[in-house]
């Protein structure tokens, strides 16, 4: 519920709104420290609610038989829910990834440093459009340079999935024959 009441708020107000926390945690409401802690209180609000709605997509039967055949709750996390969810979590991370690099360039209002407030500052306050669109360009190519490659499900060569680790396939080698790991990989 608190995800759903904080989540929606833009960054700046959300800022500005925590600003006396801020001052209390920090000793100050400008400047580079005074901006990371809202971006940290927001950025784990976005990342916590990705991470919910990842592992709900998991389907609750698979979870089930786990524990029928006796699988630890560790053992389940770690053989289960994380490799099934891991590809939707890398997208997800990549949409936190462009969130935390809006935040952190919104930051530079209200003092953050960095690339935020060279915008603003040689940018936009001294009507340098050349300057803001080259912040802009920066920003751009530093969303699009991401150093991680999605997870694929299927190997280059390969037509058939491979089941995550600790999934046994059921079976089928014959082309026309389904998997139950690649059924799931497909919703």
């Not at 904080?6 to 926390?21: E, K, M, N, Q």
């Not at 209180?41 to 998991?58: D, H, K, P, Y």
């Not at 935390?100 to 936009?124: C, E, K, Q, S």
């Not at 299927?154 to 491979?162: F, K, V």
């Amino acid at each position: 519920m608190l995800v759903n009441f904080i989540r929606p708020i833009p960054f700046i107000i959300f800022t500005t709104a925590v600003g006396p926390l801020t001052l209390q945690v920090v000793g100050t409401t400008i400047g580079t420290a005074a901006a990371i802690f809202p971006l940290v209180i927001a950025a784990s609000f976005g990342i916590s609610r990705i991470v919910e709605q990842n592992l709900v997509t998991i389907d609750p039967g698979v979870i089930e038989a786990a524990r029928a055949m006796g699988a630890s709750p560790v053992r389940i996390i770690t053989t289960l829910l994380i490799p099934e969810a891991l590809g939707p979590l890398i997208l997800g991370y990549t949409f936190v990834f462009v969130a935390v690099v809006d935040m952190t360039a919104v930051a530079g209002a209200v003092g953050g440093g960095r690339l935020g407030n060279f915008a603003i500052v040689y940018g936009y306050q001294r009507f340098n459009w050349a300057v803001t669109w080259v912040a802009v360009l920066t920003i751009i190519v530093l969303v699009q340079v991401d150093p991680r490659e999605p997870i694929r499900c299927r190997s280059p060569g390969r037509r058939r999935t491979r089941c995550p680790a600790g999934i046994r396939d059921s079976g089928g080698s014959s082309p026309g024959s389904r998997r139950q790991c690649s059924q799931r990989a497909r919703r």
